[in-house]
T-cell receptor
Framework: EAQVTQNPRYLITVTGKKLTVTCSQN?????MSWYRQDPGLGLRQIYY???????DKGDVPEGYKVSRKEKRNFPLILESPSPNQTSLYFC???????????FGPGTRLTVT | GENVEQHPSTLSVQEGDSAVIKCTYS??????FPWYKQELGKRPQLIID?????GEKKDQRIAVTLNKTAKHFSLHITETQPEDSAVYFC????????????FGAGTRLFVKA
């Protein structure tokens, strides 16, 4: 089954404790992206990747890191999480830059 | 920076009526405009998209129109049904010029039976 998976689905952590949210797709898509969703703000792009080892900043990259060492995986790293990073995070993948983005199930992160 | 404005933020219609959601974008290099539907507690899913070389696209009860000169695009849903109730997001991206994607803030659509 074609899908995008994210782990963990829920995470409660404390300020400053490094964490990684994993994202994996099995559709051989070149394009992948991370978004955060906050009430009233829609989806805001954090980082995106157009291929292995090719990443670029989206609209709200501060406080986040990504890597793309393999085509299927695109982890999101928060080196020192802060409470303003409490949000719902979605990973997405796409076959081209002008095609449907397939979203993962979301990761709800709470930073206290 | 680039932005996408979406209106209205909330829309309530009677079943069978039409619903229209409008978006305006600022980046004149945008050439790909998708619309996503997000049901409560679910992930966003594409319902229709349009590219800059097309003015209108239809898929059954859903249509999207694009005016590149005015930099705005709209979603039209006809004969609304209760299952159309959801949050709808428009987005704009440069497509072949990159993968930076800007979403609107969303429209919560209520369809009353």
């Amino acid at each position: 089954e074609a899908q995008v998976t994210q782990n963990p689905r829920y995470l409660i952590t404390v300020t400053g404790k490094k964490l990684t949210v994993t994202c994996s797709q099995n559709m051989n898509h070149e394009y992948m992206s991370w978004y955060r969703q906050d009430p009233g703000l829609g989806l805001r792009q954090i980082y995106y990747s157009m291929n292995v080892e090719v990443t670029d900043k989206g609209d709200v990259p501060e406080g986040y890191k990504v890597s793309r060492k393999e085509k299927r995986n695109f982890p999101l790293i928060l080196e020192s999480p802060s409470p303003n990073q409490t949000s719902l995070y979605f990973c997405a993948s796409s076959v081209t830059s002008e095609a449907e983005q397939y979203f993962g199930p979301g990761t709800r992160l709470t930073v206290t | 920076g680039e932005n996408v404005e979406q209106h209205p933020s909330t829309l309530s219609v009677q079943e069978g009526d039409s619903a229209v959601i409008k978006c305006t974008y600022s980046d004149s290099a945008s050439n790909y405009f998708p619309w996503y539907k997000q049901e409560l507690g679910k992930r966003p899913q594409l319902i229709i998209d349009i590219r800059s070389n097309v003015g209108e696209k239809k898929d059954q009860r859903i249509a999207v129109t694009l005016n590149k000169t005015a930099k705005h695009f709209s979603l039209h849903i006809t004969e609304t049904q209760p299952e159309d109730s959801a949050v709808y997001f428009c987005a704009a991206s440069r497509g072949t010029g990159g993968f930076k994607t800007i979403f609107g803030a969303g429209t919560r659509l209520f369809v009353k039976a």
